[in-house]
Every structure is written in C-alpha cells, then in structure tokens.
C-alpha cells in the first residue's frame, strides 16, 4: 500500500449488474484509469483481470466477486481516495458472491444497460442493496449501443426499482453518434481523447443542447431541494444554489438513500468512467459515513456496538473463503469494522468458540495478493492460515469477544446425483465437496446412507455446471452427473391435532412414550417451529429434547412425498410416560409418528420452486415464446418492449424450464436468450403431485 489513507479518505464499494450490463468492463477501466493495470483487459477477450478463474474467461461472465485496492486522484480538485472495489457477478446463479460483498460494502455503483435498463437481475441486486442498507449511485452504460436510451432507463429505475433517481448528466449523441457527456452540476460539455479516454476536455455545452442542459438542471436542483430544507428555501425564493452548497447536500441524500444519482456514459469505448469515479469520492460513504456495526456479547447475549474506530476492540466478518491454490490453506476475505489485527495475531472466531491464527495478512488484487503487516477498522483484508473460519463466521479480539450478525443465504433449488468415475476417485470427490461448500453456502451436498448415492444442490443448471468444472480442473476429480431433479418441499394446509404411541413389551424391561401434538402453518419461510406447552409434567424434561428430534428428523426427511417439509408451527400439549419402561428412544419414536399422524390430517402438500423468466427477442418471435412458456405452466405478467426487441416477463416451475436454453435457440434462431431467477415456492398441482408421490414411493 503505497500510503495509509484516512478513514474518511476510505472508499468500500461494489460494481453490481444483470448479467452482460458491462460490469466487469467498467471495473476494468477502473483499474486502468487509477493506474492499478497498465492494459486495460477485455471480457470479450478473455483477458478481464477481475474475472481471472479459467470458466469465467471461457464463458465471458464473472462467477466469483474479485477483490482489489486502487487509489484515485479526482478530475476536479485533485482530492486523493483509496477505493477497495469488489467486482460481482450478474448471473443469478451466482447471487451468492453478491449478497455476501454487499454485506460488508459501504457503497455501490450499479451498472445499467442502456439499451435494456432494468432488468430481472438489476432488481433483485437492488432489493439486496436495500436490504443491507447501501447507498449507491447508478451508471448508464452502453450509450454507443443500438437502441440505447438514457430517458427509458431512468424512467425504468422509478417504475420498476421505485428509486428516485438524481439526473447528474446528459448524453450528447446516441449510438455510433455518441460523443460526449454533460455535466449538469458545473454545466460544462466534457469528452474524453487520447489512449482510452485518458484525455478529458471541459468546454461549453453545444448549443442545440443548451435548453435541455438547463431544463434537466432546473429539475436535478428541484429534485435535490426537496431532501434539503436549506435548499427547499432557496428554490422557493427562487434563488440558485451554489456548486458549493449542492455538493454536501448530495451526498447527504445519497448516504441517507433518499436519492440515487445517475451518471452515463460507454465503459467500451473509455467515455465517463473517469467521472463515475469522481463520483464515488464525492458522494458514496466512507466507513466513518455509515451506522456504528452492532452485535452480541457471546458469553451474556448483551448488545453491543463497535465504532469504526482502530483504538475500539477488534472485531471483523469473514464475508468470502476460497481454497489457496498453492495448497497452502484456506484465504479468508474479512471486513474490520473496529480495532487492528495484525499479522501472527491471535483472535477468537466466536461464532465457532475457537481461537485462530492469523498467520498471513494479504491485500487482494484479483488472483494475486501483497503481504501487509496489519489491516485496520474500515478496510478489507485476506488471511492465509484461519482453520475453521468460514463465510458469515465473527473474528474478535479474545478479551473483548463480539458476534456479528450472520450473512443469511438463499436455499438452493436445482439438484444433480454426482458419481466419481473411478474408486480412487470418491475420497478424491468427498474432499473436493467439502473444500467448495466451503466457499460456496450456497452449495449443499448429501450423501443417501441407504443408497450411497451423492446429490449436490445449487442455485441453477449454470451454478452446478461450473461446481462440475471446478471439480475436475482444481481436484483433478472426474464425476458422472445425473439429470437435473427440482428441490421440492413439503407444507401443510390446515391445523390438526394427534397422537403418537410407541409401545413395545417383550419380556425384561420394555419401551413406552407417548406424546400429543397440535401442527398449523407457520408464516412463509420461517421455517420449524417447535413449542413446548407441557404442563404439570405428564411428560418429564428430559424427554421433550426426544420428541422434538423425533419431529423434525421425519420432517427433514419427508412425510408426503420424501421432501424437506418446511413452514410448521408444532405444539407439543399432552403426553403420558412410564417410570421404568420410558425412555428417549421411545419418545423420539412416539414423536416421528404423531406429525406423520398430524400431517395426514392436515393436508400436506408438495410445494415446487417457481421462477421468474424474462426473455428477450426479436419481436417477430414473440408470439412463439408466449405460447411455448404457456406450454410449460408459465404465467405471463408482461410484456414489454426493448429498442426493437421484445422483453416477455413470466412466472414458470422451475420443473418445466430443464432444457429451455436448447429449445429458445432453435425457435429463435438462435437469438433469443433469457435469464430466470428463483422467485417463490407455490402448490404443486396435485395431478403432478400424486406422480411425483407415486415415483418416488416405488
């Protein structure tokens, strides 16, 4: 690091984007234009510096959120920042490696295409930005494409994201006409010449844009007076505020997620990059910007607050693990939120209860890494040598331990059976699973103890292909794979009451437990739910772990169909015992067969994953793509237009979407494509549901 920069000189931010909005481009002319690469590396190409693992220049995409420091010396007032910038996939399938950033980022910059604007993806990275509170500021990108629309795209941001947007720019030419950027603040016309745009030229606006220049201007001041109280007096008296008073009130309204400022401009062909930097600087948070981190005390379950603040207690969040692939261990990404640690230091995961190492310390760029001695409250570090840390896990000082709240992660909805070609290759496959849902939460694996089958579950077909990949290329592991299954789930419909007797007499000392139980939905997504309401002891204490267990085994493994059930709210009520003969195996059993019990009567159902589809085509071909997704049990719940293409909008079981990919293309002629996303679980038809029982029941 070539000098320590001040908090408030501090800049954590992601790039985050649908897939193919120009992310990992724009990232790449941030590393250019900040000096970090001396070649700007292109996706197209192959050569991103950011999407350095061998699938993601295969493929064209990024699959893995990469890390990196750079530093930026802004085009106005040459004021200097440190930026540690993660770069995030746009394909849902990878929807992991974007929760877990956005976490532990302070600010972002989402990336539009402005040919396409808002699309599935954009949304669902918004919801996740609000979720974890991140200002952030948007970027238009493609303006030198065919169809693109600055308007279009910030219309789609209030309708589709209900966002207020703040127009800071306007394009001057559109498409292959595309020359330049107004900048609506200072007013002035920029360009950018030379080798990749390095050469920035500020002159006056050209006059046949001069009136939309001040009527966008007027509306951005309206827009801002109406978060600023200062300013609200002003425009009323119809006085203009100065540059100096609009600044601060811009990046308070940013930071305080009131407003989304929006900049323009082509990442291909080195227009407006430099400027959205300049942004970040000026309006997105630094650590010192964002609320004091909160979290429990392990040994009283206490709150706590930890300020951004090197002289507080240490304590920081694991938010990504990957295996090193020198075979040197694990490389743990963390944010520190407050205190130092330092390399050879001793600190406590306490979400585990157990002391780690901190043997390495590493600033990430990309695939490479500086040693450094020390990482420090608000920055970004990497730790070679942490055993049993992994993704979401708190490190703290030991004298002053501290839990912070967990990264929560999407179930996955796609299954494979996964076989090693070989003998010699199941331990090889074991240890290679064990090593990727490591990094990867997303990621399950099982293994049948009846069948000795291994099913691995994830986000999509894509997601489980690259798994496949990783397996073979990083492990040297060559696997078999089964057909894509559907992760159903299990759910009842109704309360119901029963009970549930295990009884066994056969000479010398018998089995007795007896348990009465009250079952009824529990709200979406809450999951199991188990209450003891035992009153006057008709079932001791130590019993009631039993019946528990009992429940929720046979839950797990399935009572309609062989599904997770999933969303019951169980009342343990009544029960009866016997002083000799009762015993926690009697009361497991005697619970796993009251919920069968209470099940039957209350209408247990199969749910199946549902998914939001849009797909993009030529219009001439959307005709055939509605009528196909009816075919598959699709919903449509729009249809709209995109430049001269047409954008169709459904809800379809993920059931019915195996081989879509294969199917879109030859009705298209191969330029349709589409993107879909999990959306929700809904009822199974029971048709269906009572072929899938009957399957699997053989």
Known sequence: MSKDYPLQDIRNIGIIAHIDAGKTTTSERILYYTGRTYKIGEVHEGAATMDYMAQEQERGITITAAATTCFWKTTVDSKEIQINLIDTPGHIDFTVEVQRSLRVLDGGVVVFDGVAGVEPQSETVWRQADKYGVPRICFVNKLDRTGASLERCIDMIVDRLAAKPLVMQLNVGLESDFAGIIDLLRMEYITFSGDKGTEITRGPIPASHVDAAKAAREK?????????????????????????????????????????????GSA????????????????????????????????????????????????????????????????????VYSGVVEQGQTVINTTKG???????????????????????????????????????????????????????????????SVEPKTTADQDKMGKALRALSDEDPTLHYATDAETGQTTLAGMGELHLDVIVDRMKREYNVEVKTGRPSVAYRETITRAAKARGTFKRQSGGKGQFGDC?????????????????????????????????????????????????????RVKLVDGSFHEVDSSEMAFKIAGSFAI?????????????????????????????????LNSRRGIINSLDKRGNAGAVNAAVPLSEMFGYATELRGMTQGRGNFVMEFDHYAQLPRNLADELIGKNSK
């Open 268 to 335: 291909l062909k080195n227009k407006g990059v430099q400027l959205v930097l300049d942004a970040v600087a000026t309006y997105l948070p630094s650590p010192l910007d964002v609320p004091p981190t909160t979290g429990t005390n392990p040994r009283t379950d206490e709150p706590l607050v930890r300020n951004t603040n090197a002289k507080e207690p240490f304590a920081a969040l694991v938010f990504k693990v990957i295996n090193d692939p020198t075979g040197m261990g694990k490389l743990a990404f963390f944010r």
């Open 354 to 416: 157990k002391q780690e190492r901190v043997s390495r310390l590493y600033q990430m760029h990309a695939n490479k890494r500086e040693p450094i001695s020390s990482v420090s409250a608000g920055n970004i570090g990497v730790s070679l040598g942490l055993k049993d840390s992994i993704t979401g896990d708190t490190l703290s000082d030991i004298d002053d331990p501290i839990v912070l709240e967990k990264i929560s992660f999407p179930e996955p909805v796609v299954k494979i």
């Open 220 to 264: 951005m001041i309206e827009t801002l007076a109406e978060t600023d109280d200062v300013l609200m007096e002003k425009y009323l008296m119809e006085e203009t505020p100065s540059i100096e008073e609009m600044v601060p009130a811009i990046r308070r309204a940013t930071i305080e997620r009131k407003l989304f400022p929006v900049f323009c």
């Open 516 to 568: 009465a139980i009250e079952i009824e939905p529990n709200e979406a997504g809450k999951g199991f739910e188990f209450l003891n309401e035992i009153v006057g002891g008709s079932i001791p204490r130590e019993y009631i772990p039993a019946v528990e267990k009992g429940i929720k085994e046979a839950m797990e493994a399935g009572i309609v169909a062989g599904y997770p059930m999933v969303d019951v």
């Open 596 to 628: 069968k019990e209470a099940v039957a009567k209350a209408g247990g159902v199969v749910m199946e994953p549902i998914m939001k589809v849009e797909v993009v085509v030529p219009e001439d071909y959307t005709g055939s793509v509605v009528g196909n």
